[in-house]
């Protein structure tokens, strides 16, 4: 499931992977997991690329595919809460462009989602790169889109339900930055893969948007 922030990936994707009894893994909370260690570490992520690269790489993650509990720790710390805070989001681009990071990454997540596939037979994975480089012969890809508007205003309610401080207008140009950076970044930019369904979500709920996904896994025999 790839596509850019605020398309619903995350609330639809959990849910699919549960009524399937599938795993489940948000990719992007490894880069957010890895920015958090560079940035703790008190580098600058725009600064000089081999300490950066050396931190986010070699930092311990650790990565709960469970989707009635899913989750991840930084050297055994849970950082669910930190890693969605602005100081992360702000910074999760830069190291999220570096090619020394996403080949580290990338094997971690094939690593999971082959464990996954192993022990309850399927997985949901989200990110920008999943059916494009991560995995392409997944079964089934879906990219998710949506206007910048309608992602900035529900990336604005999630942070007011997380009791965050919303100003709409910045949230909006957020998006509009971090999508620009990810999808002209040289290394795996964000682009739907030639064999994905593209869904706009601009005008569907998240339950329509389940409904029918749950359709095609179920047509295609992924999921009973
Ligand atoms: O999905 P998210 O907003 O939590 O992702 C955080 C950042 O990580 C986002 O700016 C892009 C990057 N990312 C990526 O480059 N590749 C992925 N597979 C997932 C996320």
Known sequence: MDGPAGTGKSTVSR???KQCGA?????????????????????DPEGPVEPVVEIATTCELELVTDPDSPGIRLAGEDVNAEIRGPEVTAAVSAVSAMPAVRAVL????????AAAVRETGGIVVEG??????VVPDAPLKVYLTASAEVRAARRSAQDRKAGRDVDVAAVLADVRRRDRLDSTRKTS??????????VDTDELSAD????????????RGLCE
């Open 106 to 113: 990338v094997d971690r997540q094939r690593e999971l989602i």
């Open 15 to 17: 849910r699919l992977a």
């Open 128 to 133: 920008r790169d999943i059916g494009s480089v």
């Open 208 to 219: 329509a948007v389940l409904d029918l996904l749950v359709r095609l896994v179920k047509e």
């Open 189 to 198: 930019p964000l682009h739907a893969a030639p064999d994905a369904l593209v």
């Open 23 to 43: 795993g489940y893994l948000d990719s992007g909370s490894m880069y957010r997991a890895a920015t958090l260690a560079v940035l703790r570490a008190g580098l």
